[in-house]
Structure formats: C-alpha cells, structure tokens
C-alpha cells in the first residue's frame, strides 16, 4: 500500500502547528497514491499528543516514549522514523521543513535509500509523483519527481492550511522501534529562546522590523505594536547583522519562512532575499519613508511616512481599539 508517513514536531509537551500543515500535505498526497496517512511521534510522555493527533483525518498514530527520545537527537531519531516507515508501508515520509525536519529527514532518507525533496510546496500526480519546490530566493519554482520507491519530502508548511481535527479516531498504537539510543552520541543541553512572544512561525501576526530603525533599542516599538496585537517580531538579516535583533528572529531565504494573516514591514526596503521568508503572507502592511522602496510593490497596504512618528501613533490607535 503507498501510505504516508507524517512525522510529528512537539516542544514543551504541545503539539507543534507545523505539523498540521505537513498533515495537509500528506492528506494530499495520500490522495494522489489511494494510501493512508500515519503520523510517527517520538518522545517520552507522548501519550496524549498520541491522543490528540488521532483526532485529526488519519488512519493511525504510532509513537514510542523512551528516554533515547526524550530529546531530539537525529542520531536517534532516524533509525526509529525508518523502522516506523517500514512498519506502515510507507511510500512517503514527509516532516514540516523546520529546523529539526530539515536536520532529520536527509538522515531518513539515507536509512530508507529514498531520494529527497526538500521545501515542497505542492504535490501532483503527472504520471507518477511530482513535487514543486522553490529555488533562488523563491524565482524559480522547479517540479522534481523522485526516482526511488520511497521517497521523503520536506514540507514548506507555509504553503499548506493547518489540517483541522474531525473528531475521528484513529487508531493509536505504542511502538518499539527497537532502534535505541545510538553509540557515541549524548545529548548535553537545548538552549531554547523563551518568549512571552508566539513562535515566529506559527504566529498570526508579525511585526518585522528593518536597518532602518538604525538601532536595537528603537526594536521596542517594533515590540511594543508586536505586543499590542498578540503577535510575534522578526527582523530583516541586515537588521540582525547590525546587531539590532536576535538571530532567532531572521525572516528570509537564510532565515525562518513566515506566512501569517497580518505581515508589518517596518522600515524594510523588499529585498528579494527578505521577500522569500514572507511574500506569502496574507495581508503585508508596508511603513516606509522611501515611495520607491520594492516592498511596496508586494504590500497590500503601503504607508510612506517615518517610522518613528508612524509606529508609536498606530500603536496608540491599535491599543484603543484592543482595549
Ligand atoms: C545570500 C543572501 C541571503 C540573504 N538572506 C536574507 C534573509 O534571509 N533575510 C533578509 O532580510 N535579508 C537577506 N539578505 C540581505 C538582503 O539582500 C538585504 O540586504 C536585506 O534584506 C536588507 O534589509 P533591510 O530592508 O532591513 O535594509 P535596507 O535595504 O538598508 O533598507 C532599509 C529601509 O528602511 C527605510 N527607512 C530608513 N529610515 C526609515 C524611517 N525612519 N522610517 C521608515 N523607513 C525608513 C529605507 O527607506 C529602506 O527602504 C540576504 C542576502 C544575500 C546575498
């Protein structure tokens, strides 16, 4: 059977929302293959997000608890997302493309001898399964098919909606992938950013500054509209290069893709490289002083004014509104 595998992203005990959109995806092609969909969910004390993603359009959920899972490492994590592929027949393996997806799925693949797609944003069956990905900064969108049986894609989850739950129950089943912990690999620490802030890639608005705010200090109002409507702050790569944000916080080609409802560009000029971390964004509100700058080209919302006086004013009007 050409089933698909999904396999499940967790932080802190909750579901990650990328993986509703990898979910998406591979309901999608599950379609394409006339297979079932399964999600692989590895951790220690997984039961209940098990549970909870058996609520969603899927045939079955396998997860194992086990300490050698209690952090992600992907020397561990490969082998048993292969066992867990075998065990369901899987033809495809599919993860959101984040950071852990990106870092694991190549590993899979080698495991499971597939060829690899990576920031798939769309599926389609031509005469077998083809997959279109984005390449140079978003210019070119190529169609790819894979060779191999088993093929293992990443998802750009920015280009799938979130799958929502139905209620139905799959079936949920505890497995031993009998793969454990690898040799010569320990886990020593996860430095992770704590925020009060949504993650920047699962939030329903950003506010994202540029170098044109021309400091690290000037980010507070930056964060201060972020704060007002519940949303998360990003930053251009010349912003953080400047030492005015947080890596953590990179929007782009070289940073985190972004495709919330409400995108702000704050004194951010549209470079391409910028543009393909967030051109996907629902609605784009552009603030800069420049009339000719690109970014307003994709803003469905465009305000040429200075920022400075712009920002704090919006903010002000905005909180009213909340409030
Ligand atoms: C291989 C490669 C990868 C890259 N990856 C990324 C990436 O992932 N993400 C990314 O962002 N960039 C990336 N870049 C860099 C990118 O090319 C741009 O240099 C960068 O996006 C520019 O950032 P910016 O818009 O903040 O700065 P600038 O281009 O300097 O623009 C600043 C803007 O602020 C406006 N401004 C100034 N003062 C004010 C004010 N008071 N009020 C309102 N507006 C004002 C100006 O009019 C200007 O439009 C990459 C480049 C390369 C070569």
Redesign the pocket.
């Known amino acids: 059977m050409a089933n698909v595998l999904v396999v499940a992203e967790h932080l802190d005990g909750a579901l990650r929302k990328v993986t509703l959109s990898a979910i998406t995806f591979a309901q999608e092609t599950a379609e394409l293959t006339g297979g079932d969909v399964h999600v692989v969910l590895l951790g220690q004390d997984v039961d209940g997000i098990a549970e909870e993603l058996a609520g969603y359009d899927v045939a079955g959920v396998l997860y194992a608890n086990d300490a050698a899972y209690a952090n992600y490492l992907a020397e561990n994590y490969a082998p048993a997302i292969a066992a867990a592929a075998e065990k369901v027949d899987a033809t495809v393996v599919c993860a959101p493309a984040s950071t852990t997806g990106k870092d694991l799925l190549p590993r899979v693949a080698a495991k499971l001898d597939a060829g690899m797609v990576s920031d798939a944003i769309s599926v389609e069956d031509d005469d077998g399964l083809k997959f279109r990905r984005p390449l140079w900064a978003g210019n070119v969108i190529t169609t790819v098919e894979v060779a191999t049986p088993v093929k293992v894609i990443t998802v750009r989850t920015t280009d799938f909606d979130a799958a929502e739950p139905t209620g139905a129950g799959a079936s949920v089943e505890a497995f031993d992938p009998g793969t454990g912990a690898a040799d010569g690999v320990e886990f020593v620490s996860f430095d992770l950013v704590k925020s009060e802030r949504p993650e920047l890639t699962d939030a329903e608005v950003v506010v994202a500054g ?3 705010l ?1 400091s690290g200090e000037n980010f507070d109002m930056i964060m201060a509209l972020a704060d007002t409507l519940g949303g998360a702050v990003g930053a ?4 953080v290069d400047s030492g005015y944000a947080p890596n953590d916080w ?6 985190k893709v972004v495709a919330p409802n409400l995108y702000f560009a ?9 543009l ?2 967030m051109k996907g964004s629902k609605n784009i509100v552009a ?4 009339p000719e ?1 690109p ?1 307003f080209q994709v803003s469905d919302y465009g305000l040429v ?4 006086e712009a920002v704090p004013e919006l903010t002000e009007k905005l909180k009213d509104l909340v409030d």
């Not at 704050?266 to 910028?274: D, L």
């Open positions: 540029g170098r044109g021309r251009t790569r010349a912003a990179q929007i782009g080609q070289t940073g704050v004194a951010i000029s549209g470079a391409i490289q910028h393909a971390g603030i800069n002083k420049d700058a970014i004014a200075d920022a400075f």
